[in-house]
């Protein structure tokens, strides 16, 4: 089974543990009902941020989604790459750890997250422009920043390529 496929099922699962019909997800995600039918149906390959937005209208976390497939997965939005490299879960919250691209030139805006989501960033290589859309900050070569992504957020690669550790905590 492919990762369109092994998505598609598991996107499915949350949504009929959670009681919604696929027009109520549809509604709450502002995923059209017909997209959402070909990726449960696994005819459609999830980009990053289709993934977020079903993800945060079912309340979990991207790695849930992703949950169960062999690591390293991988999915890719507009402007980031990202891999899933390590999900952490204890009684307080559930830590997901990706490697990520943000390629050159590119802007990515990210939807808020659920209440109370952080996400930290370490650069690698590059300089990204991370954070809130009315605030974000440039990054460099190993320096670090952490912001609130229960609000609207971006990552951006205004100068080349950026290679960067993204660690993402959703309590639970």
Same mark, same amino acid.
């Given at each position: 089974?492919?990762?369109?496929?092994?998505?598609? =099922? @598991?996107? @499915? %699962?949350?949504?009929?543990?959670?009681?919604?019909? =696929?027009?109520?997800?549809?509604?709450?995600?502002? *995923?059209? +009902?017909?997209? /959402?039918? #070909?990726? %449960?149906?696994?005819?459609?390959?999830?980009?990053? #941020?289709?993934?977020?937005?079903?993800?945060?209208? /079912?309340?979990?976390? =991207?790695?849930?989604?992703?949950?169960?497939?062999?690591?390293?997965? +991988?999915?890719?939005?507009?402007?980031?790459?990202?891999?899933?490299?390590? @999900?952490?879960? &204890?009684?307080?919250?559930?830590? #997901?750890?990706?490697?990520?691209? *943000? @390629?050159?030139?590119?802007?990515?805006?990210?939807? !808020?997250?659920?209440?109370?989501?952080? %996400?930290? *960033?370490?650069?690698?290589?590059?300089? !990204?422009?991370?954070?809130?859309?009315?605030?974000?900050?440039? *990054?460099?070569?190993?320096?670090?920043?952490?912001?609130?992504?229960?609000?609207?957020?971006?990552?951006?690669?205004?100068?080349? &390529?950026? %290679?960067?550790? =993204?660690?993402?905590?959703?309590?639970?």
């Amino acid at each position: 089974m492919d990762l369109a496929a092994r998505v598609g =099922l @598991r996107l @499915r %699962e949350l949504r009929e543990a959670q009681d919604l019909s =696929l027009s109520e997800l549809a509604r709450r995600s502002a *995923i059209g +009902k017909g997209t /959402l039918s #070909e990726l %449960e149906g696994g005819r459609r390959n999830p980009t990053l #941020e289709t993934l977020y937005a079903l993800t945060t209208a /079912l309340n979990v976390p =991207l790695s849930t989604a992703l949950h169960g497939l062999a690591l390293p997965a +991988k999915i890719s939005g507009r402007a980031v790459d990202a891999v899933l490299t390590e @999900r952490f879960e &204890d009684a307080c919250a559930v830590t #997901e750890t990706y490697r990520i691209r *943000i @390629r050159a030139g590119t802007t990515q805006e990210s939807a !808020a997250h659920s209440p109370g989501t952080t %996400e930290h *960033i370490v650069v690698l290589a590059g300089t !990204a422009r991370v954070g809130s859309l009315s605030a974000p900050v440039p *990054i460099g070569p190993g320096m670090h920043g952490s912001w609130a992504a229960d609000v609207p957020h971006l990552y951006q690669a205004p100068f080349g &390529d950026v %290679e960067a550790l =993204l660690v993402v905590r959703h309590p639970q």
